[in-house]
């Protein structure tokens, strides 16, 4: 398998009675609340989420930089996770794609490897598709009206086609409005290593990007990926500090933790 | 009459990755860069949208122009060889030369053997690739651009700053001045009707007495030995009639094999370049004008060059750069070049496609940070009208660039960008990521002692709040649940 050049559609599987939970490197030490907000939204549909502990990242930040031979280290490292024939639920878009994309070209030449690494991306799933595609998820709307924008990552909306999941899902809570901003479908300017190592444009690209989701007007932003999230909540942190002001300009959270909370779920404790 | 000043644009051996650094803080400090080119760009963007209102007829009309290139490549030397049969059989002088210096070489002859003193040139990328203007210069010989955007740039002498559209980071107001001050006898004006006539008042004395004409070459079709090319202004049919002699250079990979090849891939390309449905002018070349006509050039010469593409060609995944059809739709879609415009990169080629075609023309040891310059969030590839992978070459260039340089590489420049702190980083980086005990020391340490996280992240902290582990990762709220 490679990276799609003409279809995402696929075929969704019954609804399982567990899932794995792959959280990303991410998430385990940055935004471990997102991660507890989609086990609780799993969790309260009804299916049981495996945490394979021996976890660690999908290797995306090597592969993309250019160290091939290291991302293949970690990516064999994680092909023993998932021995049952479940669904991986991935709460990230980019590393949903990795998974789903690239494994079965990290791993090697090796048939053995290669085989076990496209059956696991096949079963692989961003967890905004896996919501609506496989459990059909619908909640009542317990929230105040509000509006929101929301931000999906390159890899989620060209990888794993979840930029329509997104909005499909927050079209279905009934007091929630969508706020389309400027360039909606361009990049925030992440790109993993590269806001390291770009900062002069990496830096024009989140600006921009925060500038057209504040023209909104939205309360805050959703966004499914972690790299973008923190990507754009830190530069409006930081806009935010420069400029004084106490109150956060615009605020975001990963849309399994809006999602979780707007339907009376109980969402972990922030630290 | 005018003549150019002297292009004083740097020649292009160019990128230090200072340089490189230097120029890019320039373009995203220039706001009114920034303005000028996201205005463009979102032109560009919807004008190619509005010709493709059917998803799937552009996805078929994608894969068709993916296969036909695919195919080209393919059979690419003996379609090479076909074409010269051809072309020969009809009249036209084929040369090969395998690096700029010896495409300006055999054109110089060309031009020597014919005394000739003036060129006017339609717009050729290539001749920009192997810095033709320079080298006619050096021998005394004027070469004038007589395309309006490369006009333009010329007369500013500076460099396309865009495939296309050379000329797009100008102004009108600022092409009124360069005009006011270059071309003798016109007064400002930034009425954009009248700056197109004085361009054309000079151009048409230049085609009328020049000795040679130049042109790029859009498909060169094997089975018949044609030469078409693709333009909007009608000086590309000057260039290539008026003139006693046409010199035609192209790179070795715009073979087709069939006249009914071209077709689907004209089509694809004015749409995805310019947003048009077809081109004002589609010139095909078949031959020097025949002993019963009346017109058209007495010589016509064909240069094939490599320059670096034999390079390309012979890595399987890399050999899909050649596919390319040189449309633009890549940079008019690439959040980076609408921020630092096609300067800042330095190269002939800018903007993505500039990025994976660059390093086999000018070497890793130039280029090595180029690939580099980029989120990879795939609009490149998404846009591309033939599917080159962009990204996933960008990736793989980024791996050439960074190894550890070898005593025979496969790539120029190879290594170049090797470190070895960087490379010692990534192999504890995976030492700690691919042994699950590793890993949860690693992260135990992070968040139990995240108060000691460093407040400067690189370029992270330059304009966002520094990141800092959780006190509790997920791992532990897990535990700690169940």
């Given amino acids: 398998m490679s990276n799609p050049s003409n279809s995402l559609a696929r075929a969704y599987p019954p609804r399982p009675a567990a899932v794995y939970f792959y959280a990303t490197c991410l998430v385990d030490l940055f935004v471990p609340e997102a991660g507890m907000d989609a086990i609780s939204l799993l969790e309260r549909e009804g299916i049981r989420v495996i945490f394979p502990e021996n976890q660690s990242c999908c290797g995306q930040p090597a592969f993309t930089t250019g160290f091939p031979q290291e991302a293949r280290k970690v990516v064999v490292s994680q092909l023993e996770l998932f021995p049952e024939e479940l669904p991986i639920v991935v709460p990230s878009g980019s590393c949903a794609g990795m998974l789903r994309w690239h494994w079965e070209n ?21 967890l905004a598709e896996f919501l ?7 909640r009542h709307d317990e929230g105040e009206p509000v509006t929101v924008a929301l931000h999906t990552s390159c890899s989620a909306r060209r990888e794993m086609g979840t930029h329509l999941v997104g909005r499909e899902l927050l079209a279905r809570l009934g007091n929630v409005t969508l706020a ?4 909606e479908s361009e990049c925030c300017g992440f790109g993993g290593t590269f806001s390291l190592k770009h900062p002069d444009i990496s830096t024009a690209m989140v600006s921009d990007k925060v500038a057209a989701l504040k023209a909104t007007g939205a309360r805050e932003v959703v966004t499914a990926d972690c790299g973008c999230l923190l990507n ?7 806009e935010d500090l420069d400029a004084g002001r106490r109150q956060a300009s615009l605020p ?16 972990a404790q922030r630290s | 009459m005018s003549t150019p000043q002297s292009n004083t644009a740097q020649p292009l051996a160019f990128v230090s990755a200072q340089a490189l650094r230097k120029r890019i803080h320039e373009a995203v400090n220039d706001t009114h860069l920034r303005t000028s080119f996201r205005g463009a760009m979102d032109f560009l963007m919807a004008k190619r949208a509005a010709q493709f209102p059917d998803a799937s007829e552009l996805s078929s009309l994608r894969d068709l122009s993916e296969s036909i290139r695919q195919y080209s490549l393919s059979k690419l030397p003996e379609l090479l060889e076909q074409l010269e049969a051809n072309l020969t059989r009809n009249g036209v002088q084929v040369h090969w030369a395998s690096d700029a210096d010896e495409a300006n070489t055999i054109m110089l002859g060309i031009a020597r053997r014919h005394a000739a003193k003036s060129i006017v040139k339609g717009k050729s990328m290539v001749s920009e690739e192997i810095e033709f203007n320079h080298a006619m210069e050096a021998a005394g010989i004027e070469a004038l651009e007589s395309d309006m955007g490369e006009y333009i740039v010329q007369l500013a002498g500076e460099k396309p700053s865009h495939i296309i559209m050379p000329a797009i980071h100008q102004t009108k107001e600022q092409i009124a001045r360069l005009f006011a001050d270059k071309v003798p006898g016109v007064d400002y004006t930034d009425n954009v009707d009248a700056l197109i006539q004085i361009g054309r008042r000079v151009l048409r004395e230049k085609f009328e007495h020049a000795d040679i004409g130049l042109s790029g070459v859009n498909f060169a079709v094997a089975e018949t030995g044609t030469l078409c090319l693709v333009e909007n202004e009608g000086n590309g049919r000057m260039c290539t009639t008026v003139p006693k002699v046409h010199m035609a250079i192209t790179g070795i990979e715009k073979v087709v094999e069939k006249l009914e090849h071209v077709a689907p891939l004209y089509s694809i390309l004015t749409r995805s370049a310019t947003g048009q449905a077809i081109s004002t002018y589609f010139n095909m070349i078949s031959g020097p004008r025949k002993p019963d006509e009346k017109d058209g050039p007495e010589e016509v010469h064909l240069i094939l060059l490599d320059n670096g593409r034999s390079q390309a060609y012979a890595d399987e995944q890399l050999r899909k750069t050649l596919q390319c059809i040189r449309c633009g739709a890549c940079m008019n879609h690439c959040p980076v070049y609408t921020r630092i415009g096609g300067h800042a990169y330095g190269t002939t080629y800018p903007g993505p ?10 070497g890793l040891e130039q280029t090595h940070l180029l690939p580099t310059v980029s989120s990879l969030c795939g609009a490149c590839g998404e846009v591309c009208p033939v599917r080159i992978p962009i990204p996933e070459l960008l990736i ?3 791996g050439e660039a960074q190894s550890e340089p070898h005593a025979d590489p496969a790539l120029a420049g190879q290594g170049a960008g090797y470190s070895k702190p960087l490379s010692l980083l990534w192999r504890t980086w995976a030492g700690i990521y691919a042994s699950p005990g590793n890993y949860r020391l690693f992260t135990w340490l992070a968040s139990r002692f995240r108060a000691l996280t460093p407040k400067q992240q690189s ?10 582990p959780a006190p509790r990762r997920l791992r532990d709220m897990v535990r700690e649940r169940h």
């Fill in chain 1, 106 to 126: 990290v791993v090697g030449d090796d048939p053995a490897l290669r085989a076990k690494a496209a059956a696991i991306g096949a079963r692989t799933y961003e």
């Fill in chain 1, 132 to 138: 609506l595609h496989v459990l059909g998820f619908q």
């Fill in chain 1, 180 to 183: 389309h901003h400027d360039h």
């Fill in chain 1, 232 to 238: 754009i909540t830190k530069r409006a942190e930081k």
């Fill in chain 1, 252 to 267: 975001g959270e990963h849309l399994a933790t809006f999602l979780l909370r707007r339907t009376g779920g109980q969402v």
């Fill in chain 2, 353 to 362: 496609i500039g990025k994976i075609v660059s390093p086999h023309m000018m």
């Fill in chain 2, 396 to 398: 793989r260039l980024r």
């Fill in chain 2, 459 to 468: 370029g992270w902290t330059a304009a966002r709040t520094p990141l800092k």
